[in-house]
C-alpha cells in the first residue's frame, strides 16, 4: 500500500521557521517526482513546490521563492520542506505527494501537516 | 498562468441523480493534462480521473471525465451517499506547475 507521512507541523510565530517531512512507503520513492501542495483553512489547493526523482531540479511558486527549500533523500525515502521567514498567509495544511502518470497529475496518500503562523 | 474556473459553485442533487461537474481553462491544457479529485473534510485529496478521462486505480466505474481543449467535464453517473463532497480540477500543462479549480460542492439535495 503506498503510503505519504506527513509531519513537521506546528505553531509557529511570523518570521519562524519550520521543517517538514513526508516519509515515503509502498513506491521506489527514487523513481517519483514529488511535491508538495498546501492548503489554507476552509480554502483551496495551491501548489508550492516540485523535485525531480533525482532531486537535481527543484521548482517553487512564486509565493514561496527564496523563503521555501525542497529537498529529498532517496535512501531514507524522505522528503523534506525546509520553511523559513513565514508569514501568516502560510498557514495552512501541507501535503505530499508524489507525480502520477508520468507527472502530469499528481497522488495524495497521506493526512497532511497543520502549520499556524501566528503571534 | 492557466486558470481552472468550475461551475457549478454547488450542486444539490439527491442519492441515485446523475452529477456533471465542469471545469473550464482560460487557455487549452496541453495533453489534456487535466485531473479531477475528490475532497471530504479532514482528509487529503483523493485523485479520481487524469488526463482528462482516464480513472485512476480503484475509482469506481461510476466516474468519468471527459473533454479536451479549455472544456472538461466530470460526470457521476447514479450518486451513492459517500460521493457528497468537495471536487476540484487539476492541470499540469507544463511541469511542474499545478493550477487548481476553486471547487465544487456536491451537497445531498
Known amino acids: 500500500e503506498v503510503q505519504l507521512v506527513e509531519s513537521g507541523g506546528g505553531l509557529v510565530k511570523p518570521g519562524g521557521s519550520l521543517r517538514l517531512s513526508c516519509a515515503a512507503s509502498?513506491?521506489?520513492?527514487?523513481?517519483?517526482?514529488m511535491n508538495w501542495v498546501r492548503q489554507a483553512p476552509g480554502k483551496g489547493l495551491e501548489w508550492v513546490s516540485s523535485i525531480t526523482e533525482s532531486g537535481s531540479d527543484i521548482y517553487y511558486a512564486d509565493s514561496v521563492k527564496g523563503r521555501f527549500t525542497m529537498s529529498r533523500d532517496n535512501a531514507k525515502n524522505s522528503l523534506y520542506l525546509q520553511m523559513s521567514s513565514l508569514r501568516v498567509e502560510d498557514t495552512a495544511v501541507y501535503y505530499c505527494a508524489r507525480d502520477y502518470s508520468s507527472g502530469s497529475s499528481t497522488d495524495y496518500r497521506g493526512q497532511g501537516t497543520m502549520v499556524t503562523v501566528s503571534s | 498562468e492557466i486558470v481552472l474556473t468550475q461551475s457549478p459553485a454547488t450542486l444539490s442533487l439527491s442519492p441515485g441523480e446523475r452529477a456533471t461537474l465542469s471545469c473550464r481553462a482560460s487557455q487549452s491544457v496541453r495533453n489534456n493534462y487535466l485531473a479531477w479529485y475528490q475532497q471530504k473534510p479532514g482528509q487529503a485529496p483523493r485523485l479520481l480521473i487524469y488526463d482528462a478521462s482516464n480513472r485512476a486505480t480503484g475509482i469506481p466505474a461510476r466516474f468519468s471525465g471527459s473533454g479536451s481543449g479549455t472544456d472538461f467535464t466530470l460526470t457521476i453517473s447514479s450518486l451513492e451517499p459517500e460521493d457528497f463532497a468537495l471536487y476540484y480540477c487539476h492541470q499540469r500543462s507544463h511541469w511542474p506547475t499545478i493550477t487548481f479549480g476553486q471547487g465544487t460542492r456536491l451537497e445531498i439535495k
Open positions: 509502498g513506491i521506489t520513492f527514487s523513481t517519483y517526482g
